[in-house]
């Protein structure tokens, strides 16, 4: 897939068709990688069509404990669901509703041609049912959010009464022959209509809302750049979502209107885990910014080899590929078994290397490499494993920068320590910088191998 620019720093993610699958169920593999992405310091919001009560449900499931920002109601209204309530008496960032006149005018076209209207006030949806046919829309539509929000009225004046709603849903199997007629019977400007995605329903709102102008909304309220946005879609009322954000993706399964304004198209649908394939790519590869400082200092006075006097040197996120021929070189020449971890795929682990310049070569071999592993919790411990600098970059801090880069990514992620195990000859390097002994020495590798010790370091909130 093509890259995302290298100060990415937002997941902004569509809900139903996206990061939901057809089951209208969110995978454990999406939630590793969100959350994981979070602890990182990378923000995770969600824009949706749905009520707050149809997002309440995957908030929680989500459980990031910073806050989700989300955009409700196809861009209606904005909150920050925060634990232990999550959107249920959320604070609201901005609001936009229907135009009264536009209340009125949707329900008179309704009633004349027998349509059932959704009717969105606060955390409820109020429906005046007339016939089986419209109590049947509102189980269906249940089922699809796995909500009972449904409040049953005699009239919706008993609604109107009460205030305007965030949105409306017209209830039909026939979509596209009833949005026709909405057009038609409504006069230009006065709301705008969504094409209903699974098609049974006509969504209207206030003619300045879609999701594109929720999320420009969302940005201002938190202080985030659009240009710092990556945001995931896949039906029609993600077109403005995808062009107002800084990079637009559309799932593989996304309608042919999304594809063709998107930046980027998926080859995976949302029940491949699209999302959490995509992420895991930009984050591997570095387009996703790496919290962290990265710059290491100019190579005007670099060692022997560098071919590149005055450049400068960076720690990037690479691919675990990259790391393990130096770990080779450096700590194991010749056992190639000793420097290929299990864990390197894992969704908690990070590969950072020095490279010459911000942007290096995924092909060339590091200069120094180390490979952090985060905890799957905040509050527990993060390791750092495989520490290798190429013999001619040596005693130009290179180690160092890349354990104060792992330090602060372990930090982020809310360990409370880190630690390694040190070759025992190795204890001086380490309790420079900061690290105490933590237990007594070992053989790691058998008894004719090296002995090691755990060495750790507190990481101050």
């Not at 209509?193 to 929720?214: N, Y």
Request: hydrophobic letters at 45%.
């Amino acid at each position: 897939m093509s890259r995302v620019p290298a100060d990415e720093r937002t997941a902004t993610l569509a809900v139903d068709g996206t990061l939901l699958n057809a089951q209208h169920e969110m995978s454990e593999e999406s939630v590793e990688v969100l959350r994981s992405l979070s602890r990182r310091g990378i923000k995770v919001a969600l824009c949706s069509g749905r009520s707050l009560p149809a997002i309440q449900d995957h908030a929680k499931r989500l459980g990031l404990p910073c806050g989700i920002p989300v955009v409700a109601y196809n861009g209606a209204a904005g909150l920050l669901a925060s634990p232990p309530e999550w959107t249920h008496g959320a604070s609201e960032l901005f609001t936009m509703p229907v135009p009264r006149p536009a209340v009125e005018a949707l329900l008179r076209v309704a009633a004349a041609n027998n349509l059932l209207v959704q009717y969105y006030l606060g955390d409820d949806i109020y429906v005046s049912c007339r016939s089986d046919a419209h109590m049947a829309f509102t189980h269906r539509y249940a089922e699809l959010t796995g909500v009972a929000a449904h409040q049953y009225v005699e009239s919706y004046d008993d609604c109107t009464s009460q205030g305007l709603p965030y949105k409306m849903l017209v209830m039909t199997d026939t979509v596209d022959e009833t949005l026709a007629m909405l057009r038609s019977a409504l006069p230009d400007g006065l709301v705008k209509f969504i094409r209903g995605s699974p098609p049974f329903f006509v969504e209207v709102l206030h003619p300045d809302v879609h999701k594109g102008a929720g999320l420009e909304r969302l940005c201002g309220a938190i202080g985030m750049p659009l240009s710092d946005v990556a945001a995931f879609g896949d039906g029609d009322n993600d077109i403005e979502f995808l062009a107002t954000a800084g990079v637009g993706v559309a799932m593989a399964n996304a309608r042919p209107p999304l594809k063709a304004v998107a930046d980027v198209v998926l080859e995976r649908s949302n029940d491949e885990d699209g999302v959490a394939h995509a992420l895991r790519e930009l984050e591997r590869d570095g387009s996703l910014a790496l919290p962290a400082p990265r710059v290491v200092r100019a190579a005007s006075r670099a060692g022997a080899g560098s071919g590149t006097p005055g450049a400068e040197l960076a720690v990037k996120r690479v691919g675990a590929s990259l790391v393990v021929p130096l770990r080779e070189a450096v700590l194991w020449p010749g056992h190639p078994e000793k420097c290929l971890l299990v864990e390197d795929g894992s969704a908690h682990a990070v590969h950072l290397a020095v490279v010459v310049g911000g942007g290096g070569d995924d092909d060339a071999l590091p200069l120094g490499v180390l490979s952090l592993f985060l905890p799957s919790t905040a509050g527990g411990r993060a390791q750092f494993r495989k520490l290798a600098v190429a013999p001619a970059w040596r005693k130009q801090g290179l180690a160092t920068a890349l354990i104060q880069v792992a330090a602060a990514e372990a930090r982020i992620a809310g360990a409370m320590a880190l630690y390694c195990h040190a070759r025992h000859e190795q204890l001086a390097f380490y309790t420079r910088r900061g690290f105490v002994v933590a237990g007594e020495p070992f053989a790691k590798y058998g008894d004719d191998g090296p002995l090691y010790v755990e060495m750790t370091m507190d990481l101050p909130p």
